[in-house]
T-cell receptor
Framework: IAGITQAPTSQILAAGRRMTLRCTQD?????MYWYRQDLGLGLRLIHY???????GKGEVPDGYSVSRANTDDFPLTLASAVPSQTSVYFC????????????FGPGTRLTVL | GQNIDQPTEMTATEGAIVQINCTYQ??????LFWYQQHAGEAPTFLSY????GLEEKGRFSSFLSRSKGYSYLLLKELQMKDSASYLC??????????FGAGTTVTVRA
């Protein structure tokens, strides 16, 4: 692994199903983030974690949950997917919350029908 | 939340200069960032301004005026590979990034 990876690359999901998007980084970064990107709206922060064991809510947290059991992994779970959650999801990490650069994963394209 | 405005689209000719403006209103300020995003790819970091003035990095420069809530990204000697979306982002008092919707720059031969 080099950098930050996400899985799956893309997914089509039936409404009401549960889905976990995976994010792993090998840079030993303390801070990790989940964004969604929608046309015309830009990137919006869903949840974040400043260090392992802690998480916080971003701008659009409803319908999503996260956990940060260790430094490397930051999964995002949709408990019961709805069509409005159709989006491209990006995971990002940075050395700390005050670092000036965030490194982004390749993204997961999710379609909820 | 934040209010960040930037133009939706810009077109320029190869070799020319393009300036992308960004205005913002924030609750707290800990820096302004520019990211580049090619179609279908992840955003990548371009520049960071926390103090007023111009930061130059090769063909790219970024300017910040905190009193005016204004920044611009200047792309010089445009190349075809510069065709991408450019995202303005502001970090608030809690160190969280808020992004503008992005400016799609098309470079024509």
């Amino acid at each position: 692994i080099a950098g930050i990876t996400q899985a799956p690359t893309s997914q089509i999901l039936a409404a009401g199903r549960r889905m976990t998007l995976r994010c792993t980084q090998d840079m030993r970064h303390n801070a990790m983030y989940w964004y969604r990107q929608d046309l015309g709206l830009g990137l919006r922060l869903i949840h974040y974690s400043n260090t392992a064991g802690t998480t916080g809510k971003g701008e659009v947290p409803d319908g999503y949950s996260v956990s940060r059991a260790n430094t490397d992994d930051f999964p995002l779970t949709l408990a019961s997917a709805v069509p409005s959650q159709t989006s491209v999801y990006f995971c990002a990490s940075s050395d700390s919350e005050t670092s000036y650069e965030q490194f982004f994963g390749p993204g997961t394209r999710l379609t909820v029908l | 939340g934040q209010n960040i405005d930037q133009p939706t689209e810009m077109t320029a000719t190869e070799g020319a200069i393009v300036q992308i403006n960004c205005t913002y209103q924030t609750s707290g300020f800990n820096g302004l960032f520019w990211y580049q995003q090619h179609a279908g790819e992840a955003p990548t970091f371009l520049s960071y301004n926390v103090l007023d003035g111009l930061e130059e990095k090769g063909r790219f420069s970024s300017f910040l005026s905190r009193s005016k809530g204004y920044s611009y990204l200047l792309l010089k000697e445009l190349q075809m590979k510069d065709s991408a979306s450019y995202l303005c982002a502001v970090r608030d008092g809690d160190y969280k990034l808020s992004f503008g919707a992005g400016t799609t720059v098309t470079v024509r031969a």
